[in-house]
């Protein structure tokens, strides 16, 4: 394939071991994120760590992988942004942040009018995945760019690469994605308990569950966290608010009626608002969004423990 030089925007949970696969790859990347020490290990993997954005503008294609809108808006256009300078600006933006439609339409006009391409890429899995190589990815915008993108894609989300259109249809189909992962966390965890507390091991309940037809990766994945009480932060319930927030109101904008999310997402508030009477409440809303399940016990009137029967996640490292 034709080689193309890399830039990367972004070195949190997902951001470094996908800027990490492409240069296991063999493609040159040059790296900025805003706490440097965070990109300074994958300068021994062959990456060049910049001090600011707009360092990378010479690069042929940008990857970006942000928190918010407003940081990827921040990135791309505030001071020594990716796309200030007055010289060289990157052919094509690829961003894959999970961001609000607005948010990326807006985005992408802006983008357009400096002379960029600019494709929605936003990803499915969290940095296990990444790491397993279980990775997937949607992407909207040009046909054209995306073509030209592609092998890139497919090297940090082997798992999958879906073209879905132009405009700003990734990030529809990725806010009704976390919808689903916000309502399947939820019930799981609800479903869990109820069995728990019928007096079936929450390990013993996961495994039916898993090896039935209504198992997944994503409930495989989640088992041990459930059954161990490990919740090493994959993601947190607020970003899982945020998502969910993002479907509603996809879902008012376009009259349709999501009476399950609604649900869901107060359930999610309950939560957060919960943990805040913890004595760590600050720090435990950055731990995973699986320990939801603690506050549907307390509800349930149960104290949860550590069953300490590891279960297999599916998601082991390649190589």
Known sequence: ?????????????????????????????????????KAEPLASKGGRIVNQPKELAANDIVFTMVSTGKDLEQVCFGENGLLTG???????VVDCSSIDVDESQAIRARVKQLGCEFLSSPVSGNGKCVKAGKLSTVVSGPNSVFEEVLPYLRIFAPAGVSYVGEGELARICKIAHNVFLGVVIQNLAEITMLANKAGVPRHAFLNFMNSSVMGSVFTKYKSNALV??????????????????????????????MP??????????????AVQLKPDGAGYLEKDFAALLETVALAAGVKLSPENVPMPTGLETEG
């Not at 007055?86 to 094509?92: C, F, L």
């Not at 161990?228 to 009626?257: E, H, I, M």
Request: charged share 25%.
């Open 1 to 37: 394939m034709a080689r193309h030089s890399l830039g990367w925007i972004g070195m949190g949970r997902m951001g470094y071991p996908m800027a990490e696969r492409l240069l296991k790859a063999g493609h040159s990347v040059a790296i900025w994120n805003r706490t440097r020490a």
């Open 86 to 92: 007055s010289g060289q600006r990157p052919k094509i």
């Open 260 to 273: 399950v999310t609604a649900a869901t997402r107060e359930a999610l508030q309950g939560h957060i608002g």
């Open 228 to 257: 161990n009480l490990d919740w090493t932060t994959t993601f947190t319930p607020v970003l899982l608010r945020k998502d969910l927030d993002l479907g509603l109101k996809a879902g008012r904008d376009l009259d349709v009626a």
